[in-house]
């Protein structure tokens, strides 16, 4: 495992939707390496406990609550960032609403936008608030989080993979457009990630219809995060680093390949 803890003793991070799951397991990770977090949630008890749980263990942490999709919020969320801490180094926008699932035909008006102004407008929202700042300070780096659903598509969820395809145009575009003032733009891609505790036949069965044979756990997203938010990546721009043990690289899930799992040669 690198340590990067030399270089983000000065950095200053905001994750979103950092109160549990993916969010919370960055967050974290940030903070053990000595960075400075700003642990966000819609939920001001979920964002508090994240960040004392982080302080607690010797970190630097503030929690604050805020709606990614409300302008007005999101300005306060950076605010108290700047106020508190001076400056915003990295954003990691992690916020996402998955739920309710429905079917395209079931699906109305208010169902569509709700999730693409979250998993979407959100984004831009905090992007371009923290890009407003980074490019004052001449350096900065934004971590977009996609899915699989962005190239592939799950079933219930034509809203959300709507946005998440949305989101891998917007880095793109956002790499381009902030280049030249020294902010750089990529994506994570997970995979299945248990980020509230599946039960082992869940995992089990989730694991079949993955290369590596199981699902992944939110602190295996922390690596890459704090990867690409280091100097290591300082020529990384635009681009989707996948964290999904194999999935999208597979034409076929294990259980109906035409060469299956149990066709392969026991060894050991």
């Not at 340590?3 to 991070?13: I, T």
């Not at 180094?89 to 035909?105: S, Y």
């Not at 890459?224 to 989707?240: E, I, Q, V």
Request: aromatic residues 6%; proline residues 3%; contains cysteine.
């Amino acid at each position: 495992m690198a340590d990067y803890s030399s270089e983000m003793q000065a950095k200053v991070v905001v994750v979103t939707g950092a109160g549990h799951g993916i969010g919370r397991a960055i967050a974290e990770r940030f903070a053990g390496e000595g960075a400075a977090v700003v642990v966000n949630d819609v939920d001001l008890d979920r964002a508090d406990q994240a960040a004392s749980a982080i302080t607690a263990n010797g970190g630097r942490a503030l929690g604050v609550a805020a709606d990614v999709a409300d302008k007005a919020q999101v300005d306060r969320l950076f605010d108290a960032a700047i106020e508190h801490f001076g400056r915003v180094d990295v954003l990691v926008n992690n916020a996402a609403l998955v739920a309710p699932t429905l079917h395209f035909l079931e699906a109305d008006e208010a169902w569509w936008r709700r999730l693409i102004d979250v998993n979407l407008t959100g984004a831009f929202l905090c992007s371009q608030r923290a890009a407003q700042i980074m490019v004052g300070q001449g350096s900065g780096v934004i971590i977009n989080m996609s899915s699989g659903g962005a190239s592939r598509a799950h079933r219930g969820f034509t809203a959300y993979d709507a946005a998440k395809g949305g989101i891998e145009a917007l880095t793109r575009a956002m790499a381009l457009d902030l280049a030249p003032y020294g902010v750089r733009v990529n994506a994570l891609v997970p995979g299945s990630i248990d980020t509230s505790g599946m039960d082992e036949a869940t995992k089990r069965a989730r694991g079949e219809n993955i290369p590596l044979g199981r699902v992944g756990d939110a602190e295996e997203m922390a690596g890459p995060a704090l990867f690409l938010a280091s100097d290591d990546a300082r020529y990384m721009t635009g681009h989707l680093i996948f964290v999904d043990g194999g999935m999208l690289a597979q034409q076929r899930s294990a259980t109906v390949d035409i060469f299956p799992l149990s066709r392969f040669p026991k060894v050991g």
